[in-house]
C-alpha cells in the first residue's frame, strides 16, 4: 500500500491563480481531510470527507473549495490564491467504521508559497 | 468545541536529560488523545494514543505518556532524550468523525 500519498511537493503560485492540491488514498478510507501548518499554530483543519458526494467545513474553510467523487481521491482547490494561503497542506484518512476512534493517516505534505 | 493547550513554545534538553512536554485539553466527553513527532520538513509520525484502559501509554521511541482526567493533562515523557528526538511535538484530542484537534506544538532542542 502507497498510504496517503499528494502532489505536488512544492508549489509556488502567483496571486490570484488558481490550482488543485491532489490527495490519494489506497486504503479503501471513509474519512479523508486537510489540515493547514502554519508557524506557531500547529494544524487547522480545512475541510473533511466522511464517504464520496459528502464534504464538510472544519475550522479555517474559508478560500478553499473540496469535493470528493471517489472513496481515493480528495482534491483541495484553491480558486484565487492569496499570499495568507501560504503554508504547509497536509491530507489525512481514516476509517469511519469501528469503535472507539479510528487512527488519522498522513501524507507528507505540498509546501505552497503564494507570491 | 474542544481545544489542545501545550504551554512550552520551545523546550530546551540536555542529552540523555529526561524529557516532559505538557498537554492539557478541552473536551466534553471522554477523549481520545495522541502525540504526534514532526521532523523538520517530513511529515507527521504517530508517537502514541490513548482511547481507554491503563492510563500511561508507551508508544514508539522510548516515548511514553499518561492520561489525568482530573487535571485535563497528557503530558509526554521520555527518561532520557537523544539527540535525534529533536523535532517538533504536537498533542492532539480526538473529536467526531475522526476529527483531529491540534495544539500549536512545542519544539525540542538537544543540546551537547
Known amino acids: 500500500n502507497a498510504g496517503v500519498t499528494q502532489t505536488p511537493k512544492f508549489q509556488v503560485l502567483k496571486t490570484g491563480q488558481s490550482m488543485t492540491l491532489q490527495c490519494a488514498q489506497d486504503?479503501?478510507?471513509?474519512?479523508m481531510s486537510w489540515y493547514r501548518q502554519d508557524p506557531g499554530m500547529g494544524l487547522r483543519l480545512i475541510h473533511y470527507s466522511v464517504g464520496a458526494g459528502i464534504t464538510d467545513q472544519g475550522e479555517v474553510p474559508n478560500g478553499y473549495n473540496v469535493s470528493r467523487s471517489t472513496t481515493e481521491d480528495f482534491p483541495l482547490r484553491l480558486l484565487s490564491a492569496a499570499p495568507s494561503q501560504t503554508s504547509v497542506y497536509f491530507c489525512?484518512?481514516?476509517?469511519?467504521?469501528?469503535?472507539?476512534?479510528?487512527?488519522?493517516?498522513f501524507g507528507p505534505g505540498t509546501r505552497l508559497t503564494v507570491l | 468545541a474542544q481545544s489542545v493547550t501545550q504551554p512550552d513554545i520551545h523546550i530546551t534538553v540536555s542529552e540523555g536529560a529526561s524529557l516532559e512536554l505538557r498537554c492539557n485539553y478541552s473536551?466534553?466527553?471522554?477523549?481520545?488523545l495522541f502525540w504526534y513527532v514532526q521532523s523538520p520538513g517530513q511529515g507527521l509520525q504517530l508517537l502514541l494514543k490513548y482511547f481507554s484502559g491503563d492510563t500511561l501509554v508507551q508508544g514508539i521511541k522510548g516515548f511514553e505518556a499518561e492520561f489525568k482526567r482530573s487535571q485535563s493533562s497528557f503530558n509526554l515523557r521520555k527518561p532520557s532524550v537523544h539527540w535525534s528526538d529533536a523535532a517538533e511535538y504536537f498533542c492532539a484530542v480526538g473529536g467526531g468523525y475522526s476529527t483531529l484537534t491540534f495544539g500549536k506544538g512545542t519544539m525540542l532542542l538537544v543540546s551537547p
Open positions: 486504503m479503501n478510507h471513509e474519512y
Open positions: 473536551y466534553g466527553a471522554t477523549p481520545y
Open positions: 489525512a484518512s481514516s476509517r469511519v467504521e469501528g469503535a472507539p476512534y479510528n487512527e488519522q493517516f
